[in-house]
């Protein structure tokens, strides 16, 4: 290692500089490596490692035909990935791929200052990712290492040290967090800047508009957090009954379900009766690339949100839909009644939709079906008794719940009822409204997260992806729709507070469970308030949160405009601040310096060519010279402020010579 430290302190500050530069990049690209294709990762860092052993070996930068033909291969490459070269994906990968092959033709430094700028931009292009605490850190650093390099590469030649350039920056950087605090409170907050996330969940838990059962062999659980949810007076309903609504799926194909689409959902309303009082709470949504709201049941109507940027609306199926995908995070406030019933009492043809069967599948589920309606027992009771003989035989008929089902095949019902007899809750959902439509009792599927836990640090209710869940809802006369949670049957630790189902910890959270079987835990969720905040203060600081600030400084009704006028000001006194600096700074200067610059002007003024370095004697011979007696003034002027400088006892003080600079009549 101390080999290697002399070897880089041993070589060209051109090697050394370009060394630090390509550092630096590899930091700015570090947070892509996931999201880039592999192949522009591996280009990148093969086009990196390159320009850096030229660098050490101080050999020659390959010529303008290598660099074409590798731009070539590059572009064909994100053609071949994206179907495109624009857009945001394909951008940024072009964007990341002319970065690095900029590096190999830094001739001069033109060169130098497209990298770096190129570097600014692709460093911003890591927010259309993610937004995190994480990578605002990582770009913090990558930020300052770009400044530092920025600032290196306009020092004088030589070796001077890149701590000494780094002070530089780090001293740039602080005199501009001022304004970009100032900016960042004040700068009327927009729609939404940064893109949003990808939207491949194939394989994973999470939420979907749509559901296809039995396609996936194994289900790999997502511990990232879907939802942050602040209950009122901190006291949440029981966890059992912790149910955040999603979509709601009615029409069936045979292996996928869906949303009913709002022309064909008919003429009915939600007409939600609820009991008790509502639960107030405040829910901060994490980006979906989804217009849904997650709320908990049941919403309460009337109670829509007002979201900057978004319309929300609420459909019969009690969800909350806003008019756009969401892409960024959002915060808004609900109340819900976790006792209710919805929809019509008596059964009318709107309800049609939720009995609805394709023909010719799942044939033994349909004969279950028919055998439980000749039963007279069953047949009496009506719905309820057949609701619970379904559950009954979900309890004791064998069936188990996991992630690891396998793949079923184009009768899904009929698996899991007669064959498998195992899958997770989609599988479970599906199948028992299969029967109940079977039955001829309207059901439908509703998918969103159940249960969730609670951060011991903050006490936020936290949702993750790996709490999404599917149960069911049927109608009964008299009642209208009722929850039914048929995983609750087969797995009642799933439901609530109970031991569920999770993903493998990974190596490090693993050692450190091993040590201390409390630590791991602590430390998530210290790290997740710390980013719970950060999406709070931060990421969430919204148009509203600014005219709550200005209400604060004593404004009643802030508007726009009066933002724009605290920000104007704001500007004014900085600039004032600028003015004074530079006045005060200016002041610090050498006067006697500063006199002289001042005579100089004047004979130059008068035609008089004066060489850079003369001297206040130079200056006056030069002046008697050119003009003769009419200088003499001058000339003996600037003998007496040389004599004021070296003269070892001045005869004359620098504030009267200044006084008689300006009553002075100079040549010309």
């Known amino acids: 290692m101390l080999s290697l430290v002399q070897r880089l302190g041993t070589l060209p500050r051109d090697a050394r500089d370009t060394l630090f ?18 192949w522009c990762t591996l280009f990148t860092a093969g086009v990196l490692v390159w320009r850096g052993t030229l660098a050490v070996q101080s050999r020659p930068l390959p010529g303008r035909w290598w660099l074409i033909a590798l731009l070539a291969v590059a572009l064909a490459a994100i053609f071949a990935t994206h179907r495109t070269l624009l857009g945001r994906d394909a951008g940024v990968t072009l964007v990341v791929v002319m970065l690095a092959l900029k590096t190999m033709e830094v001739r001069a430094r033109r060169d130098a200052l ?12 890591n927010f259309f990712q993610s937004q995190s605490l994480l990578t605002a850190v990582a770009m913090l650093f990558a930020l300052l290492g770009l400044l530092t390099a920025l600032v290196n590469a306009h020092m004088p030649v030589g070796r001077p040290p890149l701590l000494q350039a780094a002070r530089t ?12 605090l100032a900016l960042f409170m004040l700068f009327p907050r927009m729609a939404p800047l940064w893109g949003t996330p990808n939207d491949e969940m194939t394989g994973r838990s999470g939420l979907s508009n749509s559901m296809r059962v039995g396609t996936i062999a194994q289900l790999a659980l997502d511990d990232g957090i879907a939802a942050r949810v602040r209950f009122d007076g901190g006291s949440p309903p029981p966890q059992p009954q912790l149910y955040f609504r999603g979509p709601v799926l009615s029409n069936f194909d045979g292996r996928e379900w869906t949303t009913t689409p709002p022309w064909e959902r008919g003429s009915f309303d939600a007409n939600l009766r609820v009991r008790g009082e509502p639960v107030r709470y405040e829910v901060t949504l994490e980006p979906s690339n989804r217009p849904w709201l997650l709320t908990l049941d049941a919403p309460a109507p009337k109670t829509l949100p007002e979201i900057p940027g978004l319309r929300v609306m609420a459909t019969p199926e009690l969800q909350w839909v806003a008019n756009r995908a969401i892409g960024d995070l959002v915060r808004y406030r609900a109340e819900s009644y976790p006792d209710f019933q919805s929809g019509p009492l008596r059964r009318t043809a709107a309800l049609q939709p939720y009995v609805a069967l394709p023909e010719g599948r799942n044939p033994r589920t349909l004969a279950l079906a028919a055998q439980m309606k000749r039963d007279p027992k069953l047949a009496d009771a009506g719905t309820p008794a057949f ?29 899991f009822w007669f064959d498998r007899k195992a899958g997770f809750c989609e599988h479970i959902a599906s199948a028992f409204v299969v029967l109940m439509r079977g039955l001829d009792i309207p059901a439908r599927i509703v998918t969103g997260y159940q249960g969730g836990e609670q951060n011991g640090v903050d ?54 469970g091993t040590m201390s079987p409390t630590l791991s835990q602590n430390l998530r969720a210290a790290w997740e308030a710390v ?16 005219l709550d600030l200005l209400k604060s400084l004593g404004f009643e009704s802030p508007s726009l405009q009066d933002l724009a006028t605290v920000l104007l000001w704001m500007l004014v006194i900085a600039t004032l601040g600028g003015v004074g600096w530079t006045l005060w700074e200016r002041a610090q200067h050498d006067p006697w310096l500063r006199l002289l610059r001042r005579a100089r002007r004047r004979l130059e003024k008068a035609g008089l060519a004066l060489p850079e370095p003369a001297t206040p004697r130079q200056m006056a011979a030069l ?35 200044r006084a008689e600079f300006r009553r002075l009549r100079w040549p010309g």
Do not use: K
């Not at 035989?393 to 184009?410: A, F, H, I, K, Q």
């Not at 719970?532 to 148009?543: A, D, I, K, M, S």
């Not at 010279?625 to 004359?652: C, I, K, N, V």
């Open 21 to 38: 530069l390509l550092c630096v990049i590899a930091l700015v690209l570090l947070p892509q490596v996931g999201t880039l294709p592999l």
């Open 114 to 125: 497209v990298i770096f700028f190129l570097g600014f931009f692709v460093m911003l292009t």
């Open 169 to 180: 920056a780090g001293g740039m950087a602080l005199l501009g967090a001022p304004i970009m």
């Open 387 to 415: 609701v619970q003989a379904a559950l009954e035989r979900l309890r004791s008929g064998g069936y188990s719940y996991t992630l690891e089902p396998g793949v079923y095949g184009d009768e899904t019902a009929d698996e």
């Open 459 to 512: 006490g936020y209710w936290v949702l993750r992806q790996s709490d999404a869940h599917a149960w069911a809802e049927v109608w009964q006369a008299g009642t209208g729709w009722t929850r039914v949670d048929p995983t609750a049957s087969v797995s009642p630790g799933r439901i609530g507070s109970f031991q569920r189902l999770s993903s493998p910890p990974g190596f490090f959270a693993n050692a450190i």
């Open 531 to 546: 980013n719970n905040r950060w999406n709070q203060w931060v990421l969430n600081y919204t148009q509203s949160r600014q």
């Open 623 to 657: 002046a008697t010279q050119r003009f003769g007696a009419a200088a003499q003034p001058a000339h003996d002027w600037l003998l007496a402020l040389e004599a004021q400088r070296y003269a070892p006892a001045p005869a004359t003080a620098l504030g009267p010579l």
